[in-house]
């Protein structure tokens, strides 16, 4: 796997870390759950949701980095095969977002660009 693939992948990684922080760990604070376009008076309903899909992004995260890890320090076409769907997934989902609501292209972007250039580059 090529050096920019990996690069790629683990900036994908830890941008999920980053999405599940948000999620699922500061979602309460207005800044956060703004950012999400969600109001404070939806907050109860939207939070339990938002909670788990954290964990879904912290998931693929863990998918990616591990994959690295392997392609790192065992046969790299286990560790390959495992960050190409963790980043698959994440772009998939990067363009249901844009999909269901084009105003969101800017985070659709900083999800699934990172993505993107993983798995397009994984096989190089």
Known sequence: MNVI??????IAG????????????????PAVHGTFGVKASDLPAVRPWAFNQGFYNL??????LGGLLVVWTGP???GRAVVVFACASM?????????????M???????????????ALAFL
């Open 59 to 64: 998931f693929l995260a863990l998918g990616a």
């Open 91 to 103: 772009l998939g989902a990067a363009l249901v977002l844009l999909a269901s609501n084009p105003k």
């Open 105 to 119: 292209v800017r985070a659709a972007a900083i999800q699934g660009l990172a993505p993107l250039i993983a798995v």
């Open 76 to 78: 790299d076409s286990a």
């Open 14 to 29: 830890l941008i999920h870390i980053m999405i599940f922080t948000m999620e699922s760990v500061l979602f309460a604070r």
């Open 5 to 10: 693939a990996q690069v790629a992948a683990l």
